[in-house]
Structures are given as structure tokens and as C-alpha cells.
């Protein structure tokens, strides 16, 4: 075959020779370069992704400590509100507290009824009480006294009063308090 070759003309061995390099220029274009530049192609786009969210989750680290200042800002807050709003494990405790006020200024507690719980905006659930007590005046006034000054909520309604036994006077009245909404709720 080389000897055939030899034998042509060298116009024809120069039209062989290009032929011979155009098909490998094509087969090398098809199978070697045309992949690797769809390659390169991808890469640089996904490179140049990855230099947008870079930017931004710099312009993001930036931004941490002031997050960081406000997320413990909002944690002081949040926990000075769980002292004076009670979670729904604390209200029982809340409640014996109360009793044992009330027991601190001498009154007899005769009725005490939790009512049904409400909810009570976003985040709060409202936790009524009906109460009858009976006691001295002054005792009376010290409780209520005391309840005022409570680190929790507690609001009371529809005070009424009237002269018992001995003196004494028995007050009806209704307290409410407020407690955290769980998210299960």
C-alpha cells in the first residue's frame, strides 16, 4: 500500500495527506474537543453560580453578629416573658402559689374552679379562675396586694363582696392568667 502511494503524484499524495488530516481533525473536533468544551461550558456556569452565592453568603457573614446580637436580644426577652407568662407544666405551680397566698393572709379559700382555657392571641392562652374566699378585710386587701405584685399576669374581674360569718367578709371573683401556647396547640 505505501508503494501505491509512492507512486502517485504528488498533487494526489498532497490531496491523501489533507483528506488523512481532516479526518482525524474530525474525529478529534466529534470525540475529544466537542465534549470537553460542553464541559467547560458547564463548569463556568456552575462556577459562576457558586461566585454569586459566595458573594452573598459573604455579604450574609457580615451581617452574622448583628443576627447573633438580635437572636440574644430576643432570648433576653423571650425569657424575661417565660417569667411572667408560665408554660402549661408551670400553671399547676402557679396555682399552689396561689393557694398558698392565700393561705399566707389567712383566708379560707371556699371555692375555687378553673374554667375552660381560651386562646388568647397568637402565642398566649388565657386560664380563668372563679374564687370565693373569706377573711378579714386587711388580709383580703394584702392578697390582692400581693397578687399586683406578682412577677406573673394575673388580672382579676368581678370582684363582689359581702359580710359572712363573724365579720368576715367573702369575696367572689374571677382571676385570669395567661400562659404560653404550646405549638402542639
Known amino acids: 500500500m505505501l508503494e501505491k502511494y509512492q507512486t502517485l503524484p504528488f498533487w494526489q499524495r498532497l490531496v491523501v495527506v489533507i483528506a488523512l488530516l481532516i479526518i482525524i ?17 458547564q463548569l463556568t456556569s456552575e462556577f459562576n453560580k457558586l461566585r454569586v452565592e459566595n458573594t452573598e453568603a459573604r455579604k450574609m457573614e457580615k451581617e452574622l453578629p448583628n443576627l447573633e446580637m438580635n437572636l440574644q436580644r430576643l432570648q433576653f426577652k423571650l425569657d424575661a416573658i417565660k417569667e411572667i407568662l408560665p408554660s402549661e407544666k408551670e400553671i399547676e405551680t402557679f ?16 371555692k375555687y374552679s378553673k374554667r375552660p382555657e381560651a386562646s388568647y392571641e397568637e402565642f398566649l392562652i388565657k386560664v ?3 374564687v370565693e374566699a373569706r377573711g378579714q378585710y386587711q388580709n383580703l386587701r394584702r392578697f390582692f396586694k400581693e397578687l ?6 394575673v388580672n382579676v374581674y368581678n370582684l363582689k363582696l359581702k359580710i359572712g360569718k363573724g365579720n368576715k367578709i367573702v369575696a ?4 385570669t392568667t395567661f400562659r404560653f401556647k404550646m405549638e402542639s396547640e
Open 25 to 41: 481533525g474530525g474525529v478529534f473536533y466529534q470525540y475529544m474537543y466537542k465534549p470537553k468544551q460542553k464541559e467547560i461550558t
Open 95 to 110: 396555682l399552689n402559689q396561689f393557694y398558698q397566698t392565700a393561705l399566707k393572709f389567712n383566708l379560707k379559700v371556699l
Open 128 to 130: 380563668p379562675m372563679e
Open 148 to 153: 399586683a405584685g406578682s412577677t406573673r399576669i
Open 172 to 175: 367572689g371573683f374571677e382571676i
